[in-house]
């Protein structure tokens, strides 16, 4: 027993298991909040998801809600980028003065609205003028646009809207019709004009490329017809529903943010631009771009 005791004595202690080394995190991303414009949450989502396969350390959300909301949102410090297919508004300016934000724009992209009609209208064309009267309710059938004495049943969007602004500047010149329809995006307004024959409607270009369920009017300025599908002349601005699609953000970009922006601006960039169904930046727009992001 004695011997035992001794034996047990001189035995090596077992030794402590082993801690495991610590794993460190993986480094934060850096975080892209965007959100607005509906008209421009499509392709801003499809150019922020080919961004990130080669920016692994950035995660962008991109979501819509129209222009008022991206704009209110950046103003109150709730998004990094606000999409708007409109400028700011003068009572936005003196709010974003007030909260201490400058904003800044930048262009990625021309739309142009187009109106919508069922493919089943015989109507092929119109003018400003009498679809301003539709829109305001002053002509309410068919006849006005030379088709038959059907009533017009009319499609719009939610005030919120940059594209129920825009319309409402350049073409509807006064108040809508109370018989608007109004929809929460583009989607819905050619998904109601498609089931409805008698109805008309305005959109963003990308939402009309590549679907035959609408038919596009062509607009008759100064005797000729004119496109929304004709790239040359809504560039030139001989379209007269071109607009630009404006970005804003507080103060100059930098880090993460200037290179989403420079990668909007890039060879891929347009190219996903295009095959969403809208149109490279207006030319006077293009060096305003380039100083902004030091090109």
Same mark, same amino acid.
């Given at each position: 027993? +004695?011997? &035992?005791?001794?034996?047990?004595? !001189?035995?090596?202690?077992?030794?402590?298991?082993?801690?495991?080394?610590? =794993?460190?995190?993986?480094?934060?991303?850096?975080?892209?909040? +965007?959100?607005?414009?509906?008209?421009?949450?499509?392709?801003?989502?499809?150019?922020?998801?080919?961004?990130?396969?080669?920016?692994?350390?950035?995660?962008?959300?991109?979501?819509?809600?129209?222009?008022?909301?991206?704009? &209110?949102?950046? +103003?109150?410090?709730? !998004?990094? %980028? &606000?999409?708007?297919?409109?400028?700011?508004?003068?009572?936005?300016?003196?709010?974003?003065?007030?909260?201490?934000?400058?904003? =800044? $724009?930048?262009?990625?992209?021309?739309?142009?609205?187009?109106?919508?009609?069922?493919?089943?209208?015989?109507?092929?064309?119109?003018?400003?003028?009498?679809?301003?009267?539709?829109?305001?309710?002053?002509?309410?059938?068919?006849?006005?646009?030379?088709?038959?004495?059907?009533?017009?049943?009319?499609?719009?969007?939610?005030?919120?809207?940059?594209?129920?602004?825009?319309?409402?500047?350049?073409?509807?010149?006064?108040?809508?019709?109370?018989?608007?329809?109004?929809?929460?995006?583009?989607?819905?307004?050619?998904?109601?004009?498609?089931?409805?024959?008698?109805?008309?409607?305005?959109?963003?270009?990308?939402?009309?490329?590549?679907?035959?369920?609408?038919?596009? %009017?062509? %607009?008759?300025?100064?005797?000729?017809?004119? $496109?929304?599908?004709?790239?040359?002349?809504?560039?030139?601005?001989?379209?007269?529903?071109?607009?630009?699609?404006?970005?804003?953000?507080?103060?100059?970009?930098?880090?993460? %943010?200037?290179?989403?922006?420079?990668?909007?601006? $890039?060879?891929?960039?347009?190219?996903?631009?295009?095959?969403?169904?809208?149109?490279?930046?207006?030319?006077?727009?293009?060096?305003?771009?380039?100083?902004?992001?030091?090109?």
């Amino acid at each position: 027993m +004695i011997l &035992a005791l001794a034996l047990l004595a !001189c035995s090596p202690e077992t030794p402590a298991p082993s801690k495991p080394e610590a =794993v460190a995190p993986p480094p934060a991303k850096t975080e892209l909040v +965007i959100k607005g414009s509906d008209s421009e949450v499509n392709v801003v989502q499809k150019l922020a998801e080919e961004f990130m396969k080669t920016h692994a350390d950035v995660a962008i959300s991109v979501t819509g809600g129209g222009s008022g909301t991206g704009v &209110a949102a950046l +103003i109150d410090g709730g !998004c990094t %980028l &606000a999409n708007s297919s409109r400028d700011f508004e003068p009572e936005e300016k003196v709010k974003a003065l007030d909260k201490k934000v400058t904003p =800044v $724009s930048f262009v990625f992209a021309t739309d142009a609205v187009g109106l919508v009609v069922n493919p089943k209208n015989p109507v092929t064309t119109a003018d400003l003028a009498t679809v301003g009267k539709v829109f305001r309710g002053e002509e309410k059938t068919w006849t006005a646009l030379g088709g038959g004495a059907t009533p017009i049943s009319l499609y719009g969007r939610q005030s919120n809207s940059g594209t129920y602004t825009f319309f409402k500047k350049v073409v509807v010149n006064g108040e809508y019709s109370a018989d608007v329809k109004q929809m929460n995006g583009n989607a819905q307004i050619v998904e109601g004009v498609a089931a409805d024959e008698a109805g008309i409607g305005y959109v963003a270009a990308g939402y009309v490329k590549g679907k035959a369920n609408v038919k596009l %009017l062509n %607009l008759v300025v100064d005797g000729a017809e004119i $496109s929304p599908s004709d790239e040359a002349a809504v560039i030139s601005g001989k379209y007269p529903l071109a607009r630009p699609l404006y970005q804003f953000m507080n103060g100059k970009p930098t880090g993460a %943010l200037k290179d989403f922006l420079a990668y909007e601006a $890039s060879d891929a960039g347009k190219a996903i631009i295009a095959s969403e169904g809208f149109y490279p930046v207006f030319p006077d727009k293009v060096a305003a771009n380039q100083a902004l992001l030091g090109q």
